[in-house]
């Protein structure tokens, strides 16, 4: 299969390098057009007035913690199963970025919630399995730099990311198996969406912006990854950005 | 149109600090990792470069 080539690092570094451009680029322009929609084609919530505008960061931020934590534990079992190089690469180079969006989905999680809920904070299943994911991200990267062979820790950090990966459906479906504050799906597979059309299309758009920063920003940050652990290979020394 | 003056923009129906504060946070966020990635990118390539050389004037009579 043609996708196999980028198993091999060298590969994988110029694929990388050609990608992150466009998917951040791409991420720019979905954010200014999703800030648009949001902001200033979105009219008021009837209900919230205008602080229901962090939803449009909230909830993307929340999908793409789970999201990239799935990608991960595919990364982790590709490695595992068919030992692959690159696989631990680009599990690592994946935790920072969905660390980050889970923080934001909790920090702006709480910012919505003092002035709908008046708390801050509630001990209920949604939130609970969103920290605990969280924890998962930050146990994943201390783990995986507090082991010096780059082997050991690929393996090490793939169980952690298989294990866990079973706490993004219980975050998932929290909301339906518990009698949680935190309010059902506005959007599911099953039935219609239950928001205006311009809420939801802020929504989805500000959602592939931050597809596409995580995608830009896996591959920036695998490169350097490569370049760690492919230091002695020849290839590495005739790039440009070796020269001078 | 949402808003008659920047003045209700900024204002957020009285949920400036909530809105704002979140937006802002996404932003610092995104930025810090940006910032940190580059460095590391740069760290990285001095260190490359820096042993190559210093293996160059190793093998040098």
């Known amino acids: ?244 | 149109m949402n808003w008659s003056s920047w003045a209700e923009f900024w204002d957020m129906g009285g949920y400036a600090f909530y809105v704002w504060g979140s937006y802002g946070v996404v932003a610092l966020g995104v930025a810090l990792e940006l910032w940190l990635a580059a460095g590391r990118r740069a760290e990285v390539l001095l260190t490359l470069r820096r042993s190559r050389d210093e293996a160059l004037a190793g093998d040098a009579p």
């Not at chain 1, 902001?39 to 919230?48: H, K, T, Y």
């Not at chain 1, 904070?121 to 082991?147: C, N």
């Not at chain 1, 490569?226 to 440009?240: F, M, N, S, T, Y």
């Open chain 1, 1 to 244: 299969m043609f996708w196999l080539q980028y198993a091999a690092p060298q590969r994988l570094y110029a694929l990388a390098g050609r990608v992150y451009p466009l998917a951040f680029a791409l991420a720019a322009v979905l954010t200014a057009v999703g800030l648009y929609l949001g902001f200033w084609v979105a009219p008021a919530d009837f209900q919230q007035g205008q602080a229901y505008r962090i939803i449009f960061i909230h909830v993307p931020a929340s999908w793409m913690s789970m999201v990239i934590y799935v990608a991960m534990a595919f990364w982790a079992w590709l490695g595992l199963g068919f030992k692959t190089r690159v696989s631990g690469m680009m599990t690592q180079a994946l935790a920072p970025t969905g660390a980050l969006f889970c923080f934001l989905s909790l920090w702006t999680g709480a910012l919505w919630g003092k002035p709908m809920w008046g708390a801050w904070w509630v001990w209920d299943a949604r939130l609970t399995s969103e920290l605990i994911l969280l924890f998962l991200y930050l146990g994943y990267i201390a783990l995986t730099r507090a082991i010096d062979d780059p082997r050991r820790a690929d393996r090490a950090g793939a169980v952690v990311a298989l294990v866990g990966v079973v706490n993004v459906p219980i975050i998932y479906f929290s909301v339906k198996w518990w009698n949680t504050l935190h309010q059902g799906a506005s959007v599911s597979l099953t039935k219609s969406p239950s928001m205006a059309a311009v809420m939801l299309w802020a929504m989805l758009v500000m959602t592939l912006a931050f597809w596409a920063y995580a995608v830009g920003m896996a591959f920036y940050r695998v490169r350097q990854t490569i370049l760690e652990r492919e230091h002695d290979a020849a290839w590495v020394g005739e790039l440009k950005e070796m020269a001078a």
